[in-house]
């Protein structure tokens, strides 16, 4: 994996949820036509004029497009996001906005913005024997980030300043759960403990810069993940019981119904 390019420049959605595309970051502009796919349990459509940034792309299935489908599609490693992404806490908000909804639909002004952007990404990659080929890259990518920033303030509006100590709560709870803790704990205690903080400071925390409290997102990750694991059919439902730590099959399939909207079965039907 260490040896895989830092950047890879797609024009179909096919093989998003594929294995060559876990540990990145895609990055999409839809050009003309739609596609539709699952994210989250929900069927969304991508359509002329949107843009859809996916920071782990194994969690969308069932991609379907048109026959006049168009689309760029820019994937970014994530050391590699890392080092292009501004220091701005702005970023921590666009995360989460974009972890419940990927799409954000652009007005004319800001499609014309998002199209110049890949196309100097793209006119940019292709000159590999640029000495400073890979920081040409990191500007090119940033001013994509910067302008993707841009859309989401004016879309969701530019929220007040975050302070440094809440914008290091949330980046570590953040931290936690995508690195997958949620697969063994999922009580808010365990998260608390590890960032230092109370259960309800964290709470708090979470829900002033997310409006959502943390056991929302705690739980929002692992349904996310329980959805994608119940589409592989190479694992029986009693080895995803295991990887999640639960005492119970039985505990297992409640907890799908309560949190999936269905029985365990219904996503393998």
Same mark, same amino acid.
């Given at each position: ?13 096919? #093989? ?30 991508? #359509? ?22 168009? @689309?760029?599609? @820019? ?20 995360? %989460? ?15 014309? @913005? ?40 004016? %879309?969701?509006?530019?929220? #007040? ?77 009693? #080895? ?19 949190? %999936? ?9």
């Amino acid at each position: 994996m260490d040896n895989r390019p830092d950047i890879i420049i797609e024009n179909t959605l096919t #093989e998003i949820d594929s294995d060559r595309f876990v540990g990145y970051l895609a990055h999409a502009f839809c050009r003309n036509g739609y596609s539709t796919f699952t994210f989250n349990n929900e069927q969304l459509r991508f #359509e002329a004029g949107n843009c859809l940034i996916l920071t782990r792309c194994n969690t969308v299935a069932n991609v379907v497009q048109s026959p006049d489908f168009m @689309v760029d599609v @820019v994937y970014v490693a994530q050391p590699f996001i890392e080092v292009c992404t501004p220091q701005s806490n702005y970023g921590m908000k666009g995360h %989460l906005a974009l972890f419940n909804n990927p799409i954000m639909q652009l007005n004319p002004e800001q499609q014309e @913005v998002c199209m110049l952007n890949f196309d100097y990404i793209k006119r940019r990659y292709a000159f590999t024997n640029h000495h400073f080929h890979r920081e040409a890259m990191i500007n090119a990518i940033q001013r994509m980030i910067i302008d993707f920033f841009d859309f989401h303030a004016e %879309l969701y509006g530019n929220e #007040e300043k975050v302070t440094s100590q809440y914008s290091q709560i949330m980046d570590g709870f953040l931290a936690l759960l995508e690195r997958g803790d949620y697969h063994e704990n999922r009580e808010i205690g365990y998260y608390a403990d590890k960032l230092c903080v109370t259960p309800k400071y964290l709470s708090e925390v979470t829900k002033k810069l997310s409006g959502f409290p943390a056991n929302y997102w705690i739980t929002r990750y692992t349904a996310l993940e329980i959805s994608r694991l119940l589409r592989d059919r190479s694992l029986t439902l009693t #080895e995803i019981s295991d990887r999640f730590n639960f005492s119970s099959p039985s505990y297992f399939t409640r907890y799908v119904q309560k949190y %999936l909207g269905a029985n365990p079965m219904d996503f393998r039907e």
